[in-house]
């Protein structure tokens, strides 16, 4: 059941007005108070509160993707799915609430921890049914998903939200996973408008690094005539590959 607007300015902060891109946090901000916060279902509004706690709460997505995430996998009625980096499941939870009763999502993460601190909210969601949990290293979960022939092109859905270094292996997997006509989402695509400054701009080393990891992805993305793209100037830039052929 989402929640009422009352009271929904209280629950924006620092880090919600950070994950964007856009040039005013104010606009930002009305885009949370009217569209999003009012329809976000109480267990998210929990575990982004929850989550907000964090450490590392900088890393899970912002409310207002989460919503575009949701009715992007009701409009391509999504059924079975991929996630690749989970932390402590908002995009997860995102996803799960968004499935039919029968769908399924297989939830990748190395760190079960994060994933345990979200876990009594999506299982008080009462979805946590259609959440397959593999503490691993995604690669080797993906490939051996490849090895089975049932899982081939049988996948609705992908969205991943991981280790950078690592995307464009993701994607040759995916690639084979995904069905035609199904969606393979990538988050951090712009990696905080980093991508387009000049090589010597000022930024942290693992940022940098990440920064070149992610523009090879987008460079391999854009040549690729496999998939239909569309990249979005949401939370830090969220990249959609449709598979066409």
């Not at 007005?17 to 901000?29: A, F, I, N, P, R």
């Not at 929850?50 to 899970?60: R, Y």
């Not at 799960?96 to 029968?102: E, S, T």
């Not at 035609?180 to 000022?202: K, Q, R, Y």
């Amino acid at each position: 059941m989402a929640r009422s607007n009352q009271g929904a300015s209280a629950s924006v902060n620092v880090v919600e007005t950070q994950k964007h891109l856009l040039k005013s946090d104010v606009l930002y901000q009305y885009i949370l108070e009217t569209s999003v916060y009012p329809r976000e279902p109480e267990c998210l509004k929990e575990l982004r509160e929850l989550t907000a706690n964090h450490p590392w709460s900088v890393i899970a997505i912002p409310a207002y993707e989460g919503q575009f995430l949701m009715l992007l996998l009701k409009l391509i009625n999504a059924k079975k799915t991929i996630e690749i980096g989970v932390f402590t499941g908002y995009s997860l939870l995102c996803t799960a609430l968004a499935l039919p009763p029968d769908g399924k999502v297989i939830a990748i993460d190395i760190n079960r921890e994060s994933y345990d601190l979200g876990r009594p909210i999506i299982e008080k969601a009462g979805v946590a049914h259609r959440i397959d949990f593999r503490e691993s290293p995604a690669l080797p979960i993906l490939d051996e998903l490849i090895q089975n022939e049932e899982m081939l092109e049988s996948f609705d859905y992908a969205f991943v939200d991981a280790d950078k270094d690592n995307s464009v292996n993701y994607y040759k997997r995916l690639l084979r996973l995904v069905k035609i006509g199904g969606l393979i989402c990538f988050d951090n695509t712009l990696w905080w408008g980093s991508v387009a400054e000049p090589p010597n701009a000022m930024m942290s080393e693992q940022g940098r690094s990440n920064r070149e990891y992610i523009i090879e992805l987008n460079k391999a993305l854009a040549a690729d005539k496999r998939i239909e793209l569309s990249q979005l100037p949401i939370g830090d830039g969220l990249t959609l590959c449709r598979r066409i052929s």
